[in-house]
């Protein structure tokens, strides 16, 4: 099976970074995926892993290193909307996504 | 526009009756998923599909039933078998799968509520 771990909790401030952790198990690996989840609405896409390395788009970036089973998201300038729930997303090959628990952002002024 | 629209948006049920949730997509995506979401928590597969008239089940199948005889739709029916079915449900789709790009395209969710 596979299995993917994160924080549950992460507060930060207005215009801070934070980076986000995702740790993963799995016997087959294609690609780690991220995306963002307000409050009662859907899931939205914010990027992709296939290869170890830095993804940026915009204030987001999405950092791989399959070798340690592990990837983050870093979120910079952060502002009040960045507040939301972040989910990692593994996937192993089977053309469908496992996603971790998810991450709780509170942003604060 | 294109996108997914699920319905109903909220439904109430009662225990013992089976219901089913719309997940239609104009997006000419081939791939469709299934996925729970209870609070606080992450997102669980149920079922997934491909191509029409195939779909494999997900992590947490039990209790839950898929058809895919169009491309643009693929209902869910959570049966009375489903011992906690109250959650809210959320429809995927993507064009060829997530293998290249990782992405899915989520519609706005269905929160079903057991009585």
């Known amino acids: 099976g596979q299995s993917l771990e994160q924080p549950s909790e992460v507060t930060a401030v207005e215009g801070a970074i934070v980076q986000i952790n995702c740790t993963y198990q799995?016997?087959?690996?294609?690609?780690l995926s991220w995306y963002q989840q307000h409050d009662g609405g859907a899931p939205t896409f914010l990027s992709y892993?296939?290869?170890?390395g830095l993804e940026e788009t915009g204030r987001f970036s999405s950092f791989l290193s399959r070798s340690d089973s592990y990837g983050y998201l870093l979120l910079q300038e952060l502002q009040m909307k960045d507040s939301a729930s972040y989910f990692c997303?593994?996937?192993?090959?089977?053309?469908?996504?496992?996603f971790g628990s998810g991450t709780r952002l509170q942003v604060q002024p | 526009d294109g996108g997914i629209t699920q319905s109903p948006k909220y439904l109430f049920r009662k225990e013992g009756q089976n219901v089913t949730l719309s997940c239609e997509q104009n997006?000419?995506?081939?791939?469709m998923y299934w996925y729970r979401q209870d609070p606080g928590q992450g997102l669980r597969l149920i079922y997934y599909?491909?191509?029409?008239?195939?779909?494999q089940k997900g992590d947490i199948a039990e209790g839950y039933s898929v058809s895919r005889e169009k491309k643009e739709s693929f209902p869910l029916t959570v049966t009375s078998a489903q011992k906690n079915p109250t959650a809210f449900y959320l429809c995927?789709?993507?064009?060829?799968?997530?293998?290249?790009?990782?992405?899915?395209?989520f519609g706005e969710g269905s929160r079903l509520t057991v009585l």
């Open positions: 599909s491909q191509i029409v008239n195939d779909f």
């Open positions: 997303g593994l996937d192993t090959g089977r053309r469908a996504l496992t």
């Open positions: 892993n296939g290869l170890d």
């Open positions: 995927a789709s993507t064009r060829d799968g997530v293998k290249k790009t990782g992405e899915l395209f």
């Open positions: 799995t016997s087959g690996f294609y690609g």
């Open positions: 997006l000419n995506h081939d791939a």
